[in-house]
């Protein structure tokens, strides 16, 4: 049965500094992963997928996340956060295309 | 402009009070699922729905009812809302129910059961 961790519940970090989300998942077969964020009272938007191919997966608003199969982990990162980064922010995979799973999300806050 | 629309955005009611929160999308979607959103769970399906009169149950149906009758509209009920239902919901929508493409959520319905 697929799962998703994500390891950290709250994030804060400064404007222009660097954020990683950590998120792992348990499968036994091939899966597709995405992040979605949640801004404050809006719902969620799909920020990057990974489907297959290149393990390096380049979303929205300058979000990269890599693919690792051997770790089965699939982390988001930003290279220089802005206060509008603020938001919760989902993992979630898929074994059979059809039912998704999301993790219990994390909370990045920015200051300035 | 392409939309998930939930009503209403708050609703306050008592235990035991039957409860609707409409969603409706203007995509021509065919999928269409309820999730419940609580603090350090994430999301968790309630029910989803493939086509017109295709339903069935997802991770967590208890106390809830579906129906899709025209492939716009996907209400959920709660026949007899207890305090444990209190929680954000969210409607989501999809062309083919394929996860791949993504899922289209609407701006969700905070619900609060006393």
């Known amino acids: 049965a697929q799962s998703v961790t994500q390891l950290d519940s709250q994030v804060p970090v400064f404007e222009e500094a660097p954020v990683e989300l950590r998120c792992n998942y348990s499968?036994?077969?091939?899966?597709?992963l995405f992040w979605y964020v949640q801004y404050p009272n809006q719902g969620l938007q799909l920020l990057l997928k990974?489907?297959?191919?290149?393990?390096l997966v380049k979303g929205i608003n300058g979000f990269e996340a890599e693919f690792n199969k051997s770790q089965t982990s699939f982390h988001l990162r930003k290279p220089s956060v802005h206060i509008s980064d603020t938001a919760e922010y989902f993992c979630?995979?898929?074994?059979?295309?059809?039912?998704?799973?999301f993790g219990a999300g994390t909370t990045v806050t920015v200051r300035a | 402009e392409a939309q998930v629309t939930q009503n209403p955005r708050y609703l306050i009611t008592v235990t035991g009070k039957k409860l609707t929160v409409t969603c409706s999308q203007n995509?021509?979607?065919?999928?269409m699922s309820w999730y419940r959103q609580d603090p350090g769970l994430g999301l968790r399906q309630i029910y989803y729905?493939?086509?017109?009169?295709?339903?069935d149950k997802g991770d967590v149906p208890e106390g809830y009812k579906v129906s899709r009758k025209e492939k716009r509209n996907f209400p959920l009920i709660l026949e007899s809302p207890s305090p444990n239902q209190t929680s954000l919901y969210f409607c989501?929508?999809?062309?083919?129910?394929?996860?791949?493409?993504?899922?289209?959520f609407g701006s969700g319905t905070r619900l609060t059961v006393v």
């Open positions: 989501a929508s999809s062309l083919s129910g394929r996860a791949r493409r993504g899922y289209t």
């Open positions: 499968s036994s077969v091939s899966v597709y």
């Open positions: 990974y489907l297959s191919g290149s393990t």
């Open positions: 979630a995979v898929s074994e059979n295309d059809y039912k998704l799973s």
């Open positions: 995509m021509n979607h065919e999928y």
């Open positions: 729905s493939m086509n017109v009169e295709v339903t």
